[in-house]
């Protein structure tokens, strides 16, 4: 597939809405606590959401610096790896408040998808995300699909904005992605990996989801 060209070097501030800011944050506390969440916003130099998280409506919230800001925050303080895995674990309690909040994008669904082959649920379950972060924010995202795998493309990536790392960073997103899929496929796990990611100097985040699922309730 081709895509666009990422456009990272844009001087505007990019942001995400409040109301996916306020679910990125309930879900890193979800999976932090409260103080371990508080050392995070001091460190990211956000003492502004120590006070109380943004609020659910479609104003701009935070930037994508911000979010960049939160990322280097954990991996300073849980190291690379750790810093990862939280993200990764905060990307999957998303999940839950997305629904919350954005169910009804996704409600409509619930019908429907129990007649659906699991393939088609996974599509469905990747264009409502990308719909949402389309919509909403500034993440540019694109979906695709070969034979044995669908790809989920970040265009323009408000997770690894103008950071440089030696390999993938967008960890939130995978979680998110994981999260995602076992709920629409009802139960399964896809294996996903960041195969590319603009941090590491790739043309944009690119994540593989294979389309056999690797487990079953
Ligand atoms: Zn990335």
């Known amino acids: 597939m081709s895509v666009a060209v990422p456009v990272q070097a844009e001087s505007r501030n990019c942001t995400f809405p409040n109301k996916i800011s306020r679910i990125f944050l309930l879900a890193l506390n979800d999976v932090l606590g409260d103080n371990n969440m ?32 939160l990322f280097e925050a954990l991996e300073s303080i849980y190291g690379q790896r750790g810093g990862r895995k939280v993200a990764h674990q905060a990307g999957q309690a998303c999940f839950k408040y997305g629904i919350e909040g954005f169910g009804g994008l996704i409600g409509f669904a619930d019908f429907f998808l129990r007649i659906l082959p699991v393939g088609m649920r996974v599509r469905i379950g990747l264009e409502v995300l990308r719909e949402i972060f389309n919509r909403y924010s500034d993440q540019h995202i694109a979906v695709g699909e070969g034979e044995s795998a669908y790809v989920f493309v970040s ?38 990996e960041e195969t590319a990611c603009i941090a590491r100097g790739d043309p944009n985040c690119t994540f593989y989801i294979q389309k056999t699922p690797t487990s079953s309730q």
Do not use: K
């Open 38 to 69: 508080l050392a995070v916003l001091n460190t990211a130099r956000l003492p502004r959401l120590v006070e109380e998280f943004p609020p659910a409506n479609f104003e701009p919230g935070l930037t994508f610096e911000e979010v960049v800001d």
């Open 155 to 192: 265009e323009q990536c408000g997770m690894c904005w103008q950071r440089h790392a030696d390999g993938p960073v967008c960890a939130l997103m995978a979680g998110l992605l994981e999260e995602t899929l076992y709920w629409i496929s009802r139960g399964q796990r896809f294996a996903i």
